[in-house]
């Protein structure tokens, strides 16, 4: 048993981490990420990577389901937090650990996991009972269920169909969905998509509610939400910097990821403004940058856009203001809804570098039960 | 022949070691046996089995790509004597090469090196 | 057999797994202090990262999915770390070699050709649609960068006049291939980091697709497709060093030493391109790759003709 905490031990030192964010929580998930990369942790691409999965905000119901799905498929050694205030970040990282290493719980954990972690989710009373409000009925296993169709499929879960591709040809249609749980993806947004191949040939958009509105975001008279010019500015660069780890440009990201939290640590004004000025200088010198998005259109513009909003949003702290209104609802739901006409025709990998650019903010999408949805 | 029994040799070892790896695995894991899961796709139930027709659109390079790769062929034994067979051999080559080369000119001009 | 060169006994085998290990463990730990350096943290708290790494992946538990294709899974899993050492086989450490094939340059294309089938296996077996699209994508880009890879070895065997990776070695005494043929050898480690699914040709593992075909490995099974791409990383390295660095020649030390020292410096120089480049996608990649890369190549082996039949 020596040996075995000794790897413990050692497995501990840098632990992965699977970070969620809850649409308003941003603050919250980018203080974690901080927090992550002083400590040298590792954010997770995939549960299968993750011993630990760190829910920032509150879900909603449905968010709520899809978080205990992707915990389900942690593989062990694994621990659940959850922060709700930047504050509470690093007390929850420090008890995580703690947990990791806590053989006697994990084994016990593991063993209660064994054989029925894969067939509960295909109990054909769970899906009508979990998902009874899913737009689930023509896209899935659901739908062949009631069809009285007997074969028996693998897992309970159907085979892919045909369906005419651009050029004529039947082939198969899967039905993916990118979001709510997924690497550098704008918080709470699903986009369900139809794939032939890797090629998304219709998408449908909605963002998964929080079930309250985020601690740092108040809501003045007229219904626009207003966050203080930092976190604005902190929000533009943290987008910069999800678009550049896309592309998986670190010696870049990573400098866009340092901005943000210098910002997020209220550094003067100027040191920061002029390390916006190089990077942008830095972006636009970069030819491979340059050609490696220059079949996508608006990815380019998109991206030195959210650069100068992190300029912009900064300099309205001088202007006294202490606020910076936010997008309104109605203008960001509209730009949700562009969505599908962009990315139909593109691969997946062109579809998340389009969404990325347009520096999405679904903080702004009202919680459940508010009057507001 | 002695150098394929040393590959052979090198095969065992390669496997011992991934072996040895799983063994020590099961030793320190804190569970022997694999978790079974669901795909992960962002949280949602996959609707069907990801293992299908996949539409490979890059079906036309593929061709092109055979075309060329079994020119490979006579690219080997061509190396290794066109040092002795002189000028002649080179110009043979090259010209087939030139052909080639023509094709993918061709293709490309079709359309056949994008798919996007 | 090649003057100078000495097939080792079976047992040379575990002396080269033991070393290609060490390399890769360099290689992994030297990834980790740029990283460290890179996020603004003491550049050698990211150099134990292997160790950690390691341990953590050790003690996580496997996963398998739901109708996951288990046994093409496993083979696509373990096959990368098989096929580098399956490679070192024929890369000379200094006068030292396991397998001294008359077609060694042959054999290691051989062996990357195999790479095709392990990535797409691994993306295939996992039954999940990241996964899935990230074997696909591999195809695609294995199909832009395998020609000039294939030509780019042709270079220095042409140069040579053998396919025997010792005899290859032997001709560069006076002049390392490098030097004459630096289209190849720019276009032969380009072709390393692309079997090896790193860096800028990751895109089949990319974070876009939740981490492509390691999206849903955990435990010993990630840890042996990542040693793998290390392993492929190392043995490239090596091989270059073989093909166009003159293998073990230099002054003052022995061969050996040469070899690893050189196979060091070309490795770090290829676990260093990731960061500072972003991700190709494959779709951009092909038309550079047959377009300019691929007659550039053919240009070079030109050259090379031309210069041997004078």
């Not at chain 1, 067939?119 to 899935?140: L, T, W």
């Not at chain 3, 890369?293 to 053919?298: E, G, K, R, S, W």
Request: aromatic residues 6%; proline residues 5%.
């Amino acid at each position: 048993m020596d040996l075995t905490s000794a790897v413990a031990r050692l497995a501990a030192r840098r632990p992965h981490v699977l970070v969620v964010e809850v649409p308003g929580w941003g603050p919250t998930r980018m203080t974690a990420e901080r927090e992550l990369r002083h400590r040298g942790w590792v954010q997770a691409n995939s549960p299968a990577e993750a011993d630990i999965m760190l829910t920032c905000g509150v879900a909603g119901r449905e968010f709520s389901e899809i978080v205990d799905r992707v915990w389900d498929q942690l593989p062990g050694p694994r621990v659940r937090i959850g922060a709700t205030d930047p504050d509470q970040v690093s007390g929850v990282l420090d008890e995580s650990r703690r947990a990791l290493l806590d053989g006697t719980v994990q084994r016990v954990d593991a063993e209660a996991r064994t054989a029925v972690a894969g067939d509960v989710p295909h109990d054909p009373d769970h899906g009508d009972a979990g998902h009874g409000d899913m737009d689930h009925g023509d896209m899935g296993h659901e739908g062949m269920d009631h069809d009285g169709m007997d074969m028996p499929m693998p897992g309970g879960i159907g085979l892919a169909e045909g369906g005419t591709d651009r050029d004529g040809l039947d082939l198969d249609v899967l039905h993916v969905s990118l979001g709510p749980v997924l690497p550098h993806w704008p918080a709470g947004l699903v986009v369900r998509c139809s794939l032939q191949g890797d090629v998304v040939t219709g998408a449908a958009v909605e963002v998964l509610p929080a079930a309250g509105w985020g601690p740092d975001r108040a809501r003045d008279g007229a219904g626009l939400m207003r966050g203080t010019v930092r976190l604005r500015s902190a929000q533009y660069c943290d987008q910069v910097a999800g678009l550049l780890a896309l592309l998986d440009f670190e010696r870049l990201s990573m400098r866009a990821i340092r901005l943000r939290d210098s910002v997020l640590d209220d550094a003067p004004i100027e040191t920061v403004t002029a390390e916006v000025e190089r990077l942008g200088e830095r972006l636009r010198r970069s030819r491979v940058l340059r050609w490696s998005v220059q079949d996508l259109p608006g990815v380019l513009e998109g991206l030195m856009a959210l650069l100068d909003g992190v300029r912009t949003a900064l300099l309205g702290e001088i202007a006294a203001d202490t606020a910076a209104p936010l997008r309104s609802p109605a203008a960001e739901a509209e730009r949700l809804e562009q969505i599908p006409g962009l990315i139909t025709g593109l691969d997946v990998a062109g579809a998340r570098l389009v969404i990325a650019s347009l520096g999405l903010d679904t903080a702004v999408v009202a919680p459940e039960g508010s009057d507001h949805g | 022949m002695s150098g394929y029994l040393n590959i052979l040799a090198m095969l065992l070892v390669a496997l011992v070691v991934a072996g040895c790896l799983y063994g020590v695995a099961r030793l320190v894991a804190v569970a022997r046996d694999p978790l079974t899961s669901l795909p992960f796709q962002s949280g949602w139930e996959p609707s069907e089995h990801a293992l299908s027709r996949y539409h490979a659109r890059y079906y036309p390079l593929a061709m092109l790509f055979l075309a060329f790769d079994v020119e490979m062929l006579f690219m080997y034994p061509w190396a290794v004597i066109v040092a002795d067979a002189g000028i002649g051999a080179v110009v043979e080559m090259f010209v087939f090469l030139g052909v080639l080369m023509a094709g993918v000119v061709w293709a490309w001009r079709e359309g056949a090196l994008r798919w996007t | 057999m090649a003057e100078g060169i000495i097939q080792v006994g079976p047992l040379g085998t575990v002396t080269a797994t033991v070393l290609l290990g060490i390399v890769a463990v360099l290689a992994a730990a030297f990834d980790g202090a740029v990283g460290a350096r890179l996020q603004g943290r003491r550049t050698l708290s990211g150099a134990a990262a292997p160790v950690w790494e390691g341990a953590r992946l050790l003690r996580q538990r496997r996963r398998t999915i739901v109708a996951a294709d288990s046994l093409l899974w496993r083979i696509g899993v373990v096959g990368l770390l098989v096929v580098a050492l399956l490679k070192v086989a024929v890369v000379p450490l200094g006068a030292w070699t396991v397998a001294d094939l008359s077609v060694g340059v042959v054999w290691f294309n051989a062996m990357d050709v195999m790479v095709w089938a392990l990535v797409w296996l691994v993306g295939w077996g996992a039954n999940s649609a990241h996964a899935l699209i990230g074997g696909y994508r591999f195809l695609a880009q294995a199909l832009s960068y395998e020609l000039p890879l294939m030509f780019a070895l042709t270079g220095p065997a042409i140069a040579a006049g053998s396919l025997r990776v010792g005899d290859v070695v032997a001709a560069q005494d006076e002049l390392w291939f490098v030097v004459w043929m630096p289209v190849a050898f720019l276009v032969f480690c380009a072709g390393v980091v692309a079997f090896s699914v790193w860096g800028p040709f990751g895109a089949a593992a990319g974070k876009d697709i939740a981490g492509g075909v390691l999206a849903e490995l955990s435990g010993v099974d990630r840890l042996l497709l990542l040693a793998g791409r290390y392993a492929l990383l190392s043995a490239g390295a090596g091989f270059a060093v073989a093909l166009f660095l003159g293998g073990g020649s230099g002054p003052f030390a022995p061969s050996w030493v040469w070899t690893l020292v050189k196979t060091l410096a070309v490795l770090a120089a290829l676990v260093g391109v990731r960061r500072l480049l972003p991700v190709v996608r494959p779709d951009r990649l092909a038309e550079v790759a047959w377009i300019v890369v691929l007659p550039a190549v053919l240009l070079q082996l030109l050259l090379v003709s031309f210069v041997v039949v004078q």
